[in-house]
Nanobody
Framework: QVQLVESGGGLVQAGGSLRLSCAAS????????MGWFRQAPGKEREFVAT????????VYSDSVKGRFTISRDNPKNTVYLQMNTLKPEDTAVYYC?????????????????WGQGTQVTVSS
């Protein structure tokens, strides 16, 4: 079993930055693909970013490309999402997830473990 705990969410003005962290316990993340997803009020949960087990490959949704950066620190069992130039439409609950597979994936159903989420609110 893996427990994922997100932190770093909060309220920020448009144009500002936040850094989300996702800490894992119970099992190493070093062999997993990690992803960040988000769910805005009244909307389906959507893919944001994913990173391969080595950190060598990353994929972003078009809506965050160029503004968000996903990274990982395997010895610390932690994954990060640096969010810059935030927009009101980035307001959502952000979830991290782990998929124990070597192939990078944006598909939610492939992720085995999920955190409880952290709220990000961007004011205009």
């Amino acid at each position: 079993q893996v427990q994922l705990v997100e932190s770093g969410g909060g309220l920020v003005q448009a144009g500002g930055s936040l850094r989300l962290s996702c800490a894992a316990s119970g099992r190493t993340l070093s062999s997993s693909t990690m992803g960040w997803f988000r769910q805005a009020p009244g909307k389906e949960r959507e893919f944001v970013a994913t990173i391969s087990w080595s950190g060598g490959t990353t994929v972003y949704s078009d809506s965050v490309k160029g503004r968000f950066t996903i990274s990982r620190d395997n010895p610390k069992n932690t994954v990060y999402l640096q969010m810059n130039t935030l927009k009101p439409e980035d307001t959502a609950v952000y979830y991290c997830a782990a998929a124990y597979m070597k192939t990078i994936t944006t598909a939610q159903w492939r992720y085995d473990y999920w955190g409880q989420g952290t709220q990000v609110t961007v004011s205009s």
